[in-house]
């Protein structure tokens, strides 16, 4: 069996545009002569690998705590996919039977509005990208909406430059932190 790890590093991974970056700090060190190695961490929910609930969009929506695990584990597709993710594509690379669908985009990647809108009409679970969102910083209501309304988990941030197009099976487990919008995810992609 091989596992892909699909996930950014927590403390190295950029960030959303002007917000925090995750630090951590230790608070006992064994090399400043202290008993055991104790640290605190800091986190912006947002900033590397990171899964999307309905909250972060929908007033009344989920927190990450109430999504559906079966989101988070299951057969998944990922595909390399243009950095401007259209209707057409999903249409035209997406089998109708898809649960999780991964996008790999070198990075830069985003959906248009129609796309996300089109994928809201399916019976998606999950969708996956590399790039910091799935939106661009002028479409980002516009496109994290209509998945967030449908209960869709949107996982962005990913690592998937080693990784070869394919089906796998994804796990990728939010922390569950009640009330959270959005939670840091150890995402790993692993081969049937």
């Known amino acids: 069996m091989t596992i892909h790890d699909a996930t950014k590093e927590l403390l190295s991974a950029e960030a959303y545009p002007d917000s925090k970056e995750n ?27 990171h899964i999307d609930a309905p909250l972060h ?22 595909v390399s996919a243009p950095e401007c993710v259209t209707k057409v594509f999903l249409e035209e690379n997406m089998p109708e039977d898809t649960k ?3 996008l790999k985009t070198g990075g ?5 509005k129609e796309a996300a809108e089109f994928l ?12 910091i969102s799935v939106g661009t910083l002028q479409t980002e209501i516009a496109v994290h909406v209509p998945l967030l309304k449908k209960g869709i988990a949107i996982i962005e941030a990913m690592k998937l430059d080693h990784i070869p197009d394919g089906k796998y099976i994804l796990s990728a487990m939010p ?3 009640d009330g959270a919008e959005a939670s840091p995810v150890r995402a790993v992609l692993i081969e049937k």
């Open 23 to 49: 630090t951590l700090t230790r608070l006992m060190d064994m090399k400043r002569g202290e008993l055991y190695n104790y640290s605190e961490l800091t986190i912006n929910m947002h900033a590397g690998t």
């Open 57 to 78: 969009f929908i007033n009344d929506g989920r927190n990450i705590a109430e999504m559906p695990l079966e989101c988070f584990y299951g057969e998944c597709l990922l």
């Open 100 to 102: 999780r669908l991964i």
């Open 108 to 112: 830069k990647g985003y959906l248009e």
């Open 120 to 131: 809201a009409q399916t019976e998606l679970l999950t969708i996956g990208i590399d790039a």
């Open 175 to 177: 922390l569950k932190v």
